[in-house]
């Protein structure tokens, strides 16, 4: 089982990006659904997640910008960002709570990071 993240990049402030994380292997269920992001010096921080049955929560810090959605025939969550601020800048990192298929095995996987860069 694999998480690729697409999406990042450079953005002036107050514009938008959508950042998006395919999981792809042997799946069975893909339950929890988050995305984090680290910017340099900081720990990493939990920016928003979504369950299997959609109900979504976020960080204070973007509350009313940003927006997680999935689509589960794809194995993809999305992340619509707006409104972007400079404190953005981060490393944007999926992870998921993926039920493998055949083994049954449950664990979480994480994607390889996508660069979003805020500035003018």
């Known amino acids: 089982v694999q998480l690729q993240a697409f999406g990042g990049g450079l953005v002036q402030p107050g514009g938008s990006l959508r950042l998006s994380c395919a999981a792809s292997g042997s799946i069975f269920r893909i339950n929890e659904m988050v995305w984090y992001r680290q910017a340099p010096g900081t720990q990493r921080e939990l920016v928003a997640r979504i369950t299997s049955g959609g109900s979504a929560n976020y960080a204070d810090s973007v509350k009313g910008r940003f927006t997680i959605s999935r689509d589960n025939a794809r194995n993809t969550v999305y992340l619509q960002m707006n409104s972007l601020k400079p404190e953005d800048t981060a490393v944007y990192y999926c992870?998921?709570?993926?039920?493998?298929?055949?083994?049954?095995?449950?664990?979480?996987?994480w994607g390889q990071g996508t660069k979003v860069t805020v500035s003018s």
């Open positions: 992870n998921a709570d993926i039920t493998q298929a055949g083994t049954w095995i449950r664990k979480d996987y």
